[in-house]
């Protein structure tokens, strides 16, 4: 994902160093490349949206199940969260662990088995409905 934010912050370069081999001697590799490189770069343009809208929609669950919880932060907890949301697999515990430690520091551990309980509601959410939705 980090690779698609690069290509899109420096999209006119690649796009004006690109359009310049087709009057190169490099033409005819550009005439085969092109099209497959062309449908590639939409396929993982939306791979990342839809990777995005996943990213909002757990945000927003995290942030609602903070807020039932009275966990403090909120903001900049939610903010980490939607970072994290783009790191496969890991990203769930990255994000969660700030989470877990302000709910043990500031309420117990009664308040991280809930924090933990609510992170693994919102991730089923977004695996059995969300997901297939925003994919789709």
């Given at each position: 994902?980090?690779?698609?934010f690069f290509m ?5 370069t690649i796009s ?35 990777q995005a809208r ?83």
């Open positions: 994902m980090i690779f698609g899109l912050w420096d999209l006119p004006q160093g690109v359009a310049s081999l087709r009057k190169s001697r490099l033409a005819p590799l550009h005439a085969e490349l092109a099209p497959v490189l062309s449908v590639f770069g939409k396929l993982f343009g939306r791979a990342l949206e839809a996943i990213a909002l929609v757990n945000t927003a669950l995290t942030a609602l199940g903070m807020w039932l919880l009275a966990i403090p932060g909120i903001g900049l907890l939610s903010m980490f969260v939607f970072i994290c949301s783009f790191i496969p697999i890991a990203g769930v515990i990255i994000s969660t662990t700030p989470i877990g430690f302000v709910a043990l520091t500031e309420y117990g551990f009664i308040k991280l088995a809930l924090v933990i309980l609510m992170v693994t509601g919102v991730h089923f959410v977004e695996v059995s409905t969300a997901e297939a939705y925003l994919q789709g």
